[in-house]
């Protein structure tokens, strides 16, 4: 969408709201989103594999395995959090806690880019 596009697009938000904003779902639409996100994540994550993905059978045949790092020590690694002995229940909360990560970057990159437009 061009810059013109854009301003146009904001204009007419701006003046006639409803057309953007559903009167039903009042604005909180991304709550139905978050949701379902999580109940993705909850029914679906205990039943992922434990075989490696692509990435790392890769790095296990050609033998580098042992030179892989986490970004953050510990955190998340294998889809797990430190200290949850249940293994189901450590992939869900590793997998509940990545979708608040992701959330939270998006409404932080959503309003730094807002600032800049307006």
Wanted: aromatic share 4%; no cysteine; net charge negative.
């Amino acid at each position: 969408m061009s810059q013109p596009e854009a301003e146009g697009v904001h204009e007419m938000a701006k003046a006639e709201p409803e057309l953007t904003t559903s009167r039903r779902t009042g604005g909180r639409w991304w709550i139905g989103g978050l949701a379902a996100a999580a109940l993705v994540v909850v029914v679906l994550a205990p039943l992922a594999s434990s075989d490696p993905d692509g990435l790392e059978r890769v790095a296990e045949d050609q033998g580098f395995i042992g030179l892989a790092t986490n970004f953050i020590s510990g955190l998340l690694g294998d889809y797990s959090i430190p200290g949850v002995d249940n293994q189901a229940l450590s992939t869900v909360l590793a997998g509940l806690l990545g979708v608040a990560i992701v959330v939270v970057l998006a409404v932080a990159a959503g309003r730094l880019l807002a600032r800049r437009s307006a």
